[in-house]
């Protein structure tokens, strides 16, 4: 993320940082008090400072992605667990799974010609950077000479982006809430595929979102219909009277890259 040009006369902070550095080595300057406030980690990281901290991570991903243009997004949820190839899976279920991972990353592919079409400004291609589904997402925008996004998040177990991810655009973040913001916050359509705990919570906020009507309707759709109608029995909260008949409307099943990229065009 470059600065913008000052129009102003005073001096710029990331000249007194490294004018701090050159201070005399006395014990006024090694207090932490003496810290400027905004390059001092101690200070930052406070629990005081926790709405800073939000602020900044809804920022800094926000500015980057203005500068680089990038007006809308294709969002891609889906498991990290999903293998690349069927001789990768840990059961013989999740070895199934692995065609989601080719038709993610056939979708994604489709999907990034038709960004490249608008400069990479439109239906940019968003994950969550790791691996699985999301790999396979950034990887099919990489086939298509395109770029695309990656937000991160770090967890108490080993977590790292996948190579795919566009680096000027790969984001990490501390809170899920941020995180959750920005992969909605330009979202054009929703693309769900089989996953799990993370799968499941970004896929039902989105539709709380939009069934509540604080978030416009977009395309919904649900990779693999057998998969979802296994785990969610959509029926029996409809009968139930927990959500309303029209509630199932809000969302598509498809199985393909084709039948996908269709009922995007085609959503009333």
Known sequence: MKDEPRAHPFRDSVEDVKAAHKA?????TRAPAYRLA???PDFMTREDLRP??????LLKPQLVMDERGIESTIVLFGGARIPARPEDGRTPALSALSAYYDEARRFARMMTQRS???YGRENVIITG?????MEAGNLGAQEAGGQSIGL????PHEQAPNPYVTPDLCFNFHYFAIRKMHFLMRAKAICVFPGGFGTLDEMFEALTLIQTKRMKVIPFLLFG???WEKIINWEA???AGTISREDLDLFRYVETAEEALAAIDGWR
């Open 24 to 28: 005399p080595d006395t014990p006024q």
């Open 38 to 40: 905004f390059a001092d």
């Open 52 to 57: 800073v901290r939000l602020q900044l991570e």
């Open 116 to 118: 490249l079409e608008s």
């Open 129 to 133: 950077g790791g691996p699985g589904v």
């Open 152 to 155: 991160n998040i770090v967890l």
């Open 225 to 227: 219909q057998s998969f």
């Open 237 to 239: 909260l409809a009968e």
